[in-house]
C-alpha cells in the first residue's frame, strides 16, 4: 500500500510587494566630515538592539510565520520589513563616509561593542502581539534616532534620520490600521 503524502504550501503571492514607505525622496548622502564617534552613534541604529537590522529580522520573522494563514498582512509586514532594508543601507553608508566600520558591531561611547544577536528579537505566537512588538519597536527607534540627532552636528546626516523618522511614523500609523 502506497503512503500518500500531504502537500504544503504557502499559497501567498509576494509578487509585486513593494517597501512601505512615505511618497517623499531621500537627502543626499553626504557627511560634513569624517567622524568616528557619529559612525559609532549610528552603528547602533544599524545594529543594535534597537536597529533596522533588528527590525528587518523581526518583521522577516513575522512575516513567514503568518503569511500562510493570513497572507494580507504577511504583505504589509513584509512591505514594512523592505523599507527597513532601506534604512539599513542609507545608514551603512553613512557609517561607511564617516569612516566606520559596517560589520554588524555596535560601538558605544563608553568603548563597549556588541555584535548583532538575534536575542534582540521580540517574537510573540500571537499575531495582534507580533504587532503590538512591532509597533513598540518602531517607536523606540524613533526615540533612539531623535537622542542620535541632539547629538549629531552634522545637518546632511540629521536629516537622513529625519527622513527615516518619517517612513517609522508611517510604519506605526499602517501596523494601528491592521485588522489582526
Known amino acids: 500500500m502506497e503512503e500518500r503524502k500531504t502537500l504544503l504550501a504557502n499559497e501567498c503571492d509576494f509578487r509585486g510587494v513593494r517597501p512601505i514607505m512615505m511618497e517623499l525622496p531621500y537627502p543626499a548622502i553626504r557627511v560634513k566630515e569624517k ?4 559612525a559609532n ?25 503568518i503569511s500562510g494563514e493570513y497572507c494580507s498582512l504577511g504583505k504589509t509586514i513584509l512591505g514594512i520589513g523592505m523599507a527597513e532594508m532601506m534604512h539599513l543601507q542609507k545608514l551603512g553608508e553613512l557609517i561607511c563616509l564617516l569612516g566606520g566600520n559596517v560589520d554588524y558591531t555596535a560601538r558605544f561611547q563608553n568603548g563597549r561593542q556588541k555584535m548583532w544577536t538575534p536575542e ?10 507580533m504587532i503590538m512588538a512591532d509597533i513598540e519597536a518602531e517607536r523606540d527607534a524613533i526615540s533612539q534616532y531623535k537622542m542620535h540627532m541632539k547629538m549629531i552636528n552634522d545637518e546632511y546626516i540629521n536629516a537622513i534620520l529625519a527622513r527615516i523618522i518619517k517612513d517609522e511614523e508611517y510604519h506605526i500609523m499602517i501596523l494601528q490600521s491592521l485588522p489582526y
Open 41 to 65: 552613534l549610528l552603528s547602533i541604529d544599524y545594529c543594535g538592539a534597537v536597529s533596522e537590522l533588528s527590525a528587518i529580522a523581526q518583521y522577516i520573522n513575522n512575516e513567514n510565520r
Open 35 to 38: 567622524n568616528t564617534a557619529y
Open 120 to 129: 534582540y528579537l521580540e517574537l510573540p505566537r500571537n499575531v495582534r502581539k
